[in-house]
Structure formats: C-alpha cells, structure tokens
C-alpha cells in the first residue's frame, strides 16, 4: 500500500494547529504501519526531524504554497502530476487542500469552515480561494474527516455531505503540557509579566480570535478589581489581521497587557501551566487546541460557549458568550474571587482530558484511511 501525504505544512519551530495535527498524528500512523510506504510532500526544504520512519520517502516539490495563486499551482499541476504518475492507493492532505484532477482517491482532514461563515476574516482572495474550492474539496473526497462533531455537522449541512463519509478525528495533547512547581510558576512570572499573576490567550490575532472584546474585558476586570494582574497574549502576530493594537493603545491598562508574540513550544508549555487562567474566547473555533493544552496544565479556563467549544470542554470551563464583553470580564472577576471554583474547573479538567490525546487520533485518522480502501 502507498500513500501519498500533503506535508507542506510540517515546517520546524512554526507548527500552528493543523501543523501539530499532521506531526503527531503521522508520527504514529507512520511508525504503526511499517508495510505501508509514505510518500511526504514537501514544497521547501525539509527538516528531518519530521522523517519519523524508514518507509517514508520526502519529495521536495515547487512552487511554495502560501497564496491563493500558488495552492493552485502546487495542488493542480505539481501535485496531480506527481500522484497521476505515482498512482497511490489514497493521497491525505491533513490541511484539507485536494488536486481536483489527480486519478487516485483522496482524504482532506476539514479543520473547519470558518471562512464560509465569516468570510470577511480573511484576506479577499483567499476567502474567495476557499469558498470556491473547498465545497468541491468535499465532494471530491473519498472520506472526509474532522476534528470535532461540532465541525462534522457544519461541513454536513453547508457542503450537502452525508454524514457517513465524514470521521471525526478529535485533537490530542502534546506531550510537554504538564503541571510545574510554584518557583517555576514564579520564574515564568518575573520572565514575562514581572513577577505578576496573569490571564493568558493563546493563538494568532486573527478577528475570529476576539482580542478586541478580551482586551475591553480586561480592562472592565482590571477597573473593578483594581488587581495587579496581567493580560499575556500569546502567538503569531498578522499585521494585516484585526486592529487589536488599536484597542490596546485605547486602553487604561495598556502596560498591563503584554505580547509575547510566537513563543518556543518548551516556552508556551511553561506558560500556560503558569497562567491564572486560560481566557480563550473566539467566536469560531473547528476545535481550540489550547483548551485541552490548559487542562494538562491544571490551568482554570474561560471560553466561549459558540461552536465547538462547549464540546471540547464539557463542564470544565466557565462558558461565555464571545459577543458580550461584559459576560468576559464578569467571568473573569468572578474566577478571580472565588478560589473553589478555580479547582472545581481543574479537577473537571483532570477528568475531561482523558478523552483527547494523540494516540487516539492516530487511531481514528487511520480507521477513516482504512475506509477508503
């Protein structure tokens, strides 16, 4: 059996959430299935560190895909070239993207579909990229999956899928997430907000994210509680996305909110078990790795109660309507004074985390494979 796997986005110190997903999940599948060969699918160079196995054969091909203009470049005429002339027996693509006209079956893994319902959070053409081919994506597909019910019914109902061709693959934890001692909670502290206790937000400043309400929120919070906490804000920064920097330079509190921009993976881990709480408040989210990440860390959680969170969470976070600043900030203060419920949302975490890690997924996305065939 050969199969072919779209890992352009396996890119060393730059894994997002669909990158974690393709490293770990093929670590395993890769390592599970010595008769089966691999062929990855690189369009830069590539470190080996992502060459987990012997029957994996690394293919550099061009041009690079980051735009709308090159995915179509790389999917449709270097990808369907090297598949038609391979002929595997299933290419996986685990960011979704397919060659609509390669002559072999095809799995994309759907994270979410963000971008159909809010269009205008991306960039025009690539929103406009997205929107015309996913659909076709899906339907094209020979197996669909997913990582969460919540992004399964979206893609059902919106792409007119039967829901027996779409698995869903839950994210799992990786394994550097971990609760540290009180002197390493404080060495993270005098690191990164001197010394102070902190809310922290992890992921990129796309206006999904909502850091303009988190940060109105944190000003309401910081106004009635007149605390010296924190707000860290975590991950890659888009100059091009949200205007967050405007909000934060309105703010009264503005020293007390601190980007620490993409950190090192050993960094974030300490981070997050380091953190007061975890306020993750998008108001669109496939999964919300972060999420599953905190309650690793025995670090409380604040979230939305939109899309799929409320499924990853369970009854392990305080819920919140994205769209109130008002219903944040009051979550946030009431965290703040009420130390019992800071560890009846860790000791829900503890038990809520059994359900997720990467050994399972592995499993799944291999089943969904094994359909195909």
């Not at 699918?41 to 203009?69: M, W």
């Not at 980007?259 to 380091?274: H, V």
């Not at 009846?344 to 065939?373: C, V, Y």
Request: hydrophobic letters at 40%; aromatic letters at 12%.
């Amino acid at each position: 059996m050969q199969i072919v796997v779209n890992t352009r986005l396996l890119l060393s110190n730059k894994l997002d959430g669909i990158g974690w997903f393709t490293n770990q999940t093929l670590k395993r599948i890769t390592k599970n299935n010595p008769n089966v060969h691999f062929v990855f699918l690189f369009d830069r160079d590539y470190d080996d560190e992502f060459i987990f196995s012997d029957n994996i054969t690394p293919l550099v091909i061009g041009p690079q895909a980051r735009h709308p203009f090159l995915y179509y470049m790389w999917f449709n005429y270097s990808v369907k070239n090297l598949l038609n002339k391979l002929k595997p027996d299933l290419f996986l693509s685990p960011d979704g993207f397919l060659s609509l006209e390669a002559k072999c079956k095809q799995l994309p893994v759907i994270h979410d579909i963000n971008f159909f319902h809010n269009p205008k959070d991306l960039k025009p053409l690539t929103s406009k990229y997205y929107n015309h081919y996913f659909p076709k994506y899906a339907n094209l597909a020979a197996r669909i999956a997913t990582v969460s019910e919540y992004s399964k019914i979206d893609i059902c109902k919106n792409y007119h899928i039967d829901e027996t061709k779409i698995d869903v693959v839950y994210n799992g934890i990786n394994e550097g997430f971990k609760t540290i001692s009180e002197s390493e909670k404080q060495t993270v502290r005098n690191q990164f907000t001197n010394g102070k206790p902190y809310f922290l937000f992890v992921g990129s400043q796309s206006p999904r994210k909502n850091l303009n309400r988190l940060v109105s929120a944190f000003d309401e919070f910081k106004k009635q509680t007149q605390s010296d906490f924190k707000l860290l804000l975590v991950g890659a920064v888009y100059k091009s996305e949200g205007d967050v920097i405007k909000t934060i330079e309105k703010s009264d509190y503005k020293t007390d909110i601190i980007f620490a921009g993409r950190q090192p993976q050993d960094i974030l881990e300490t981070m997050m078990a380091s953190a007061f709480a975890l306020t993750f408040v998008p108001y669109f989210e496939g999964f919300g790795i972060p999420l599953i990440e905190a309650m690793q860390c025995s670090t409380p959680i604040i979230c939305s109660n939109t899309t799929s969170m409320p499924e990853i969470v369970g009854d392990a976070a305080l819920l919140i309507n994205p769209f109130e600043t008002s219903d944040i900030s009051k979550a946030m203060i009431r965290l703040f004074h009420d130390p019992l419920l800071q560890n009846q949302l860790i000791e829900k975490g503890n038990l809520r985390k059994t359900h997720f890690s990467w050994d399972k997924s592995a499993n799944l996305l291999w089943q969904s494979i094994e359909k195909t065939q």
